[in-house]
């Protein structure tokens, strides 16, 4: 069953209008939660698995503002945790006695904290033209195919290649560092210490969660040299690397001169400068 019923994120609806829209969706119950659950998972109720997505968005926001400071746009950023959500919605286990909103919180920060690397190492990469228009339309077809079949998530890479006329292997090089599935192990679950349990109750035996520590370590230590780097950016510096190297679109030395009133030569002094600023963080050349 499709989900095309979801709500859509994008720059025709707004991000007000769908925080007003997303507000008017009520809660589940613990009851509701569990029975649309074990549809889901015995079933593969698809209109179960939709409600659950549905009822959490909230969550999704909530976690996302919590990542504003990096400098990306608030609509990306919720677009990403939506996927987070739905990979948790399709992982749940409802008999290991939490909510969905305790176990989802993790996949939206990973799949979240993925993105942000992801879009900031197109920044150090100096990526040509038409490797940052993959990179950015792959997310969008990504985000669109996840949206439309929850149970194509599988088969996902290839319907990605087929949309964008590339290779499946190249579209799984890019996904390796859009899939998100970095979770912390060892911190309690839920929002007050109740259980004293940990995430590590959720994984499967047969993931190796040794590696998933120390990947989850190594991103975590990322993102904080690289909200530090950010930190030391202007505001206009951190708005003209925000145009000309995280943008689908990036904007030219010319429209930015005109924007803030200076020479074309000026605009690019100042990307360079604050490149040097992030160079520390970002490791490599600041150069394209």
């Not at 919590?66 to 409802?94: H, Q, R, T």
């Not at 990469?125 to 194509?152: C, P, R, Y």
């Amino acid at each position: 069953m499709s989900t095309n019923n979801l709500i859509a994120l994008n720059s025709e609806v707004g991000l007000t209008r769908y925080l007003r829209q997303i507000k008017a969706i009520p809660m589940l119950s613990e009851e509701e939660e569990y029975s649309l659950s074990r549809k889901w998972v015995d079933e593969a109720d698809i209109e179960a698995a939709q409600k659950l997505v549905l009822s959490h968005m909230r969550l999704v926001v909530k976690v996302a503002q919590k990542f504003k400071g990096y400098g990306l746009p608030m609509m990306d950023l919720i677009s990403e945790g939506n996927i987070g959500l739905m990979k948790a919605v399709k992982k749940f286990n409802p008999e290991m006695g939490y909510r969905l909103a305790t176990y989802a919180i993790w996949w939206i920060k990973a799949t979240i904290q993925d993105y942000i690397l992801k879009s900031w190492s197109m920044v150090k990469i100096g990526t040509s033209a038409i490797q940052k228009k993959l990179f950015f339309n792959l997310k969008k077809v990504k985000q669109n195919l996840l949206k439309s079949e929850l149970h194509e998530l599988a088969d996902i890479n290839t319907l990605a290649a087929e949309k964008l006329g590339v290779s499946k292997s190249r579209i799984e090089d890019i996904s390796r560092s859009m899939s998100g599935e970095i979770i912390s192990l060892h911190e309690s679950i839920g929002d007050d210490d109740d259980n004293g349990s940990e995430l590590l109750d959720f994984i499967a035996s047969s993931e190796n969660a040794e590696e998933t520590v120390i990947e989850l370590h190594d991103k975590n230590i990322m993102l904080g040299k690289l909200a530090a780097s950010i930190d030391k950016l202007s505001e206009r510096e951190r708005e003209i690397i925000k145009a000309r190297r995280l943008s689908d679109e990036p904007e030219t030395l010319e429209n930015l001169s005109a924007v803030y009133g200076v020479s074309r030569e000026r605009i690019r002094q100042i990307e360079e400068r604050a490149m040097d600023k992030l160079k520390g963080c970002l490791g490599g050349s600041s150069r394209p």
